[in-house]
């Protein structure tokens, strides 16, 4: 009897342990396959002329919020993210030429601001779900970007900014819906959690999904 016990007890302290575990976590937007890799193509000829041997890794994405959480409360975060998409409006994302946030990024402008802020806006609602501790906050991006290169040094960024400020780039993108990435602490590689339509449905359809 006992050695039937014994491996429940093991599985039951395992699932509590992985709940227990923090993740880190990335909301983001993701342009249609064609622009994702004229932007990674971008990022590969800055690595390989400004010596970056490790640069950006990934598919290149518009991040809207940062944080660090147990995994025992993705299912409620999830589940709130769902019902901010299901009423939020498919918008359109421009791009166009690049910019910098001095001394260590390049990024490529995100010139349609307005409807991306709207949706941070919405989703720092609930940010308090996002919050593990005083030393981990959720991080919003107020000014929306993709980045080309971070963490720069000093002469990448300086020779860097002063080609790229003259060069031209332009895109656009349908964002239709947004996507939650996750990976453990430590880990390198992302994980898709799930992907959240934009539907713009009514209030009430919404309300009724949240407390079904």
């Not at 918008?91 to 949706?119: A, C, M, W, Y």
Request: glycine content about 6%; overall charge positive.
């Amino acid at each position: 009897m006992k050695q039937a016990i014994a491996p429940i007890s093991q599985t039951f302290h395992e699932n509590y342990k992985k709940q227990l575990s923090t993740n880190e976590y990335l909301l983001v937007l993701s342009p249609h396959e064609e622009l994702s890799n004229r932007i990674g193509q971008v990022r590969k000829d800055f690595n390989e002329a400004y010596e970056i041997p490790m640069g950006i890794g990934g598919k290149p994405r518009l991040t809207l919020v940062t944080f660090t959480q147990l995994a025992l409360m993705e299912e409620r975060i999830v589940s709130r993210l769902r019902t901010i998409a299901m009423g939020y409006c498919p918008f359109k994302v421009e791009l166009k030429d690049f910019g910098s946030f001095p001394t260590h990024s390049i990024f490529i402008n995100v010139t349609s601001k307005l409807p991306v802020r709207g949706l941070v806006k919405e989703v720092r609602e609930i940010q308090r779900l996002m919050k593990l501790d005083k030393d981990h906050k959720p991080h919003f991006i107020d000014e929306p970007n993709l980045t080309i290169a971070r963490k720069l040094l000093p002469w990448q960024y300086e020779k860097g900014w002063l080609e790229y400020s003259h060069k031209s780039f332009t895109g656009r993108f349908i964002a239709d819906s947004m996507l939650l990435l996750k990976r453990r602490q430590g880990d390198k590689a992302w994980q898709i959690v799930e992907r959240f339509a934009f539907q713009n449905l009514p209030v009430a359809i919404r309300q009724g999904e949240l407390f079904a």
